[in-house]
């Protein structure tokens, strides 16, 4: 009888439209009918990059999308700028390198945004960079950065701006467009409130150019092929039918909130969330740039961060996330994305209290769940 | 009203069972229960994989895994045998010059098996050949090639045998340790029962040592990241977590009917088809090779191919395969794996019989279904 609440960043809670499309009899791929899901999926998925551009479904997690963008935008020897500050920054650092891409590292301290200017420097020192990798939310930090400064920055060289979206897509602003992200990847099992297994990459005019003059090995990732394919409905290579049907559900739900409200949800959950937090008197791991997708928390000095997540999980079933790498133990995080909505914060907040409590950590009950509870009110 | 029935040669139908599992709430892959479903998942696939060779599953295709293989295992410049003689044969090939390797391709006539001796000339003419890569079954021409005897000749070089086993591994015999295939390679939507979006590859010791010296540029496949962390029952990535589950549920089906006994449903349901098709005066098109998961049919010379094979979709609900690639037009296929029985397959024939009647084609009405109602008797 134990009742299990998820409040991971990935993945998220699934609706019950998707859970009821993923038991869907399957379908033939080279059909009308998914031919219809196909188109319904890639228009659904222009809405929330709030893009005009190539919009491509890989059957993969976000990690290979992130790999279609090293492989098909750079040849090795290509010189890249690659903006660090969490594990998933890192993740482009090693990506590149893996591809024999020399990467020009922007090393920011984790738990800070990085500094528009300091891209703009090393885009001035070095006119052969090729590209900027950077990320929109860094789940590891709970970090996001200010990528319409950074599109306003990358924009005036010749060098595409590529965006790791996984974990901000669908429930925090990013206009594709309009901030000049020529590369916008992003994975199903966050904002859009599905299972893992399907990775989504945007492609700008810009970034054709490199991509048809890229040497680096590619085949199941080759975006030359998915562009020939989608042009004809198709993919190349067999697709996540399931999952993709299972995407029209939650792209539907997301269009009939209308983005704009989407974005105040998780607005609100995440100011709800950090004002808990300062209630309780935990330390926000990213006061400044906090985003508001994840909150990272400071675990108090003397408690064991690891148990705390644990019992949380164990004991009394709500699973939220520890720390990765180097913040293993130091910080535990909150997510508030996708399928999550204020009622599972509460939860989130009030199970905390009762293992903070439980762990001999001296605060005033309920005060977390109160502060966040004016937050909802406003 | 229209009732529906899938008899494509992937995906394949799904059981209720994996519908369910599907549709079950999402877990987070970093927990002691998501470890526990992988292990049981994992352990599941050497079963139907029949080896004790480390089996990776893959958040990608089947094409992923075949790219995992050509990655891991070669560096630019090597040298590597591929086996073409379809569609999916031709794809090795592909692979091996997207990845600067160079291939010696065997270009077998499509309808026909590889002869093991073509591989054992070539690899005695140069001994600086790597690889072998070949293909259970090649789906297109409905061939399956003789892997027992291609091991017999690739184990006594130095080079390594890799299988592309997306069609046919949980439908037909493939020992992958007693036949000496270094690299198995498999997919999720065929004889597994489940939705496309997992692929699988298996690694013996001796393929290992390629994959150690290998310099072939790789991140997302790299199969030693897979290696690394399956050693402590984890993913490199986040896995296609809900594929997963379902996946226990098709392997558990597997395993209780016992793989002797579903090899033995596959090899009575193709010669049920292939009866049949003679019955109805068709031509196979691989009358010698014929394999037991998929049947291609020459289309007689005066009919339209892909009429007949839309009409049984479109007016009657039945989902047959046509030709691929140069076959367009010239065969259809009918399938007979995974979760697809003894009546489906009547289905399959009964359409059939309609649509050629209604075409004109002139027959003995009912003698397609009765000559396998003879084969199901035995």
Known sequence: MKKNYLLTPGPTPLPAQVLEALALPIIHH???????????????????FQTKNDCFILASSGTGA???????????????????????????????????????????????AVDPQEIDKKLKANPKI????????????????????????????????????????????LKTDDWSADVVVSGSQKGLM????????????????????????????????????????????????????????????????????????HRKMAQAAREAMRALGLELFAPQAGSDVVTAVKVPDNLDGEKLVK?????????????????????FRIAHMGYIAEFDIIIGISCLEKVLHQMGYKFDLGAGVRAAEEVFLK
Do not use: H
């Open 30 to 48: 080279r059909t009308p009918q998914f031919q219809a899901v196909l188109k319904e999926a890639t228009e659904g998925l222009k809405y929330v």
């Open 194 to 265: 599905l299972p893992p297994g399907l990775g989504f990459i945007s492609i700008s005019a810009k970034a054709w150019k490199l991509i048809e003059n890229a040497k680096s090995p590619r085949y199941y990732f080759d975006l030359r092929k998915a562009k020939k394919a989608i042009d004809k409905t198709d993919t190349p290579f067999t697709p996540a039918i399931s999952l993709i049907t299972a995407l029209n559900q939650s792209l539907k739900m997301l269009k009939e909130d209308g983005l704009e409200n989407v974005f105040l949800r």
């Open 66 to 112: 992130m790999e279609a963008a090293v492989a098909n935008l750079l040849s090795p020897g290509d010189v890249a700028v690659t903006i660090q500050g969490g594990k998933f920054g890192e993740r482009w650092t090693e990506l590149c390198k893996a591809y024999g891409v020399v990467p020009e590292v922007i090393d920011v301290e984790w738990g800070k």
């Open 130 to 173: 090729k590209a900027v990798f950077t990320t929109l939310c860094e789940t590891s930090t709970g970090v996001t950065n200010d990528i319409e400064a950074i599109g306003k920055v990358v924009k005036n060289y010749t060098a595409v701006l590529a965006v790791d979206a996984i974990s901000g897509l669908g429930a925090i602003d």
């Open 311 to 331: 019992t949380m999980r164990d004991a009394y079933g709500v699973t939220i996330a520890g720390g990765q790498a180097e913040l293993k133990g130091k910080v």
